[in-house]
Antibody, heavy 122, light 110 residues
Framework: EVQLVESGGGLVQPGRSLRLSCTAS????????MSWVRQAPGKGLEWVSFIRSKAYGGTTEYAASVRGRFTISRDDSKSIAYLQMNSLKTEDTAIYYC?????????????WGQGTLVTVSS | QSALTQPASVSGSPGQSITISCTGTSSDVGGYNYVSWYQQHPGKAPKLMIYEVSNRPSGVSNRFSGSKSGNTASLTISGLQAEDEADYYC??????????FGGGTKLTVL
């Protein structure tokens, strides 16, 4: 059974950093791209970033709203995807979901975790 | 990249069919056959219902179908059931190698 479990969320002050983790099980993690998608309270889904598998170069993409502040990475030996979030802003407050993004990222997210809440506030 | 355009809400009675539209541009919806649809119940994670415009993942009811014409994609739910009441989001891969989501549509089953 495919499972994705996010962790690392919490309350953080503006300008500080936080690292989220997405621990995967039930599939060969290294064969798949992984993505982060967020949802501000009461709002819609917003794509944040994805990282391709090593077979596709392990390349990364970011939404304009987070580019230069957030960094996605992966540790295939541990089946974990990370999202390092720096220079956090109040508008980054959201539930952050990780999703398995297929082998080529074009199929969307076929499995999602339950999300971790990040609150940016002073 | 601007969000894809969806109606804020749609409604239908049990047994009826409804269609949710998703309008983008030639840089996203119109550029590829890489449109996905997600269902999200309150307090739950999104669930993939349709990928690559019209394909259903294993386990998704055949009451859900997708299509596309030009820059507009559509999700149709036939034989509406109470459990279909949820928020629905479309998404597309873009020519900038990113994803973009629609604003979401709240489906009410009357």
């Amino acid at each position: 059974e495919v499972q994705l479990v996010e962790s690392g969320g919490g309350l953080v002050q503006p300008g500080r950093s936080l690292r989220l983790s997405c621990t995967a099980s039930g599939f060969t993690f290294g064969d798949f791209a992984m993505s982060w998608v967020r949802q501000a309270p009461g709002k819609g889904l917003e794509w944040v970033s994805f990282i391709r598998s090593k077979a596709y170069g392990g390349t990364t993409e970011y939404a304009a709203s987070v580019r230069g502040r957030f960094t996605i990475s992966r540790d295939d030996s541990k089946s974990i995807a990370y999202l390092q979030m720096n220079s956090l802003k109040t508008e980054d407050t959201a539930i952050y979901y990780c999703a398995r993004a297929g082998t080529t990222v074009t199929r969307g997210g076929d499995y999602w975790g339950q999300g971790t809440l990040v609150t940016v506030s002073s | 990249q601007s969000a894809l355009t969806q109606p804020a809400s749609v409604s239908g009675s049990p047994g009826q069919s409804i269609t949710i539209s998703c309008t983008g541009t030639s840089s996203d919806v119109g550029g590829y056959n890489y449109v996905s649809w997600y269902q999200q119940h309150p307090g739950k994670a999104p669930k993939l219902m349709i990928y690559e415009v019209s394909n259903r993942p294993s386990g998704v009811s055949n009451r859900f179908s997708g299509s596309k014409s030009g820059n507009t994609a559509s999700l149709t739910i036939s034989g509406l059931q109470a459990e279909d009441e949820a928020d629905y989001y479309c998404s597309s891969y873009t020519t900038s190698s990113t994803w973009v989501f629609g604003g979401g549509t709240k489906l009410t089953v009357l």
